[in-house]
């Protein structure tokens, strides 16, 4: 598992590839050549259903039961699934932990926040299956976009800890694919299972 905070780097290179993109924005000033131009661009408006839920837990309580609980990706697995599958299959399937949910990442952005004076309690996760999103993927590559799952947890105020994700069955819903929509209705309940045993977890 990774932590880390945004640094001055990140951000410049987030301004830098925002900028390359806008030159391809209808009306821009910006001089490219034909060989930079996209083929193709289309936007499309998705529905997603956002969930907010408030827990009565101690922000760093509730942290350590999530992180407790849930599993761990394997950070050198990435190996094993070019050259041996069936064993990454099984080390990932040994790494799962509540609800057969694993963290691929915690961002601390509450940590963050103290370049500008105003730091606070809020982590991000990535949150997932591999052996879960594949089941996904492997009938419509866009799906990858939203796996992990993103995951706030963060103070709302003293004793009081937010969680806010969009539902699983919404993001992947936009690909109308049956079977893509089947499996993140089982994510649906397996994070909102999860979340609700770290809350229970942080009060023993």
Do not use: C
Not at 11 to 20: E, Q
């Amino acid at each position: 598992m990774t932590f880390g905070i945004w640094k001055p780097r990140a951000i410049t290179r987030v301004l830098l590839i925002s900028a390359s993109i806008a030159m391809f924005v209808e009306g821009s000033s910006a001089q490219t050549s034909s060989a930079e131009m996209p083929s193709a661009i289309s936007t499309t408006t998705v529905p997603v259903l956002h969930r907010s839920i408030t827990f009565q837990s101690d922000f760093g309580r509730f942290t350590q039961s999530l992180e407790r609980i849930l599993g761990h990706y394997p950070p050198d697995v990435q190996q094993d699934i070019l050259e041996r599958p069936k064993v990454a299959e099984q080390r990932i399937k040994a790494a799962e932990g509540a609800q057969e949910l694993m963290i691929f990442f915690v961002l601390d952005h509450g940590a963050a926040l103290n370049m500008v004076g105003s730091r606070r309690n809020a982590k991000q996760y990535l949150i997932g299956n591999a052996l879960t999103a594949i089941q996904m993927t492997q009938h419509d590559i866009r799906a990858a976009l939203y796996a992990p799952l993103r995951v706030l947890v963060y103070e709302q105020k003293e004793g009081r800890t937010t969680v806010e994700y969009d539902q699983p069955s919404s993001l992947f819903g936009q690909f109308g694919r049956e079977d893509i929509r089947s499996v993140a209705l089982t994510l649906d309940v397996k994070l909102g299972r999860a979340l609700g045993q770290a809350a229970e977890l942080s009060h023993q």
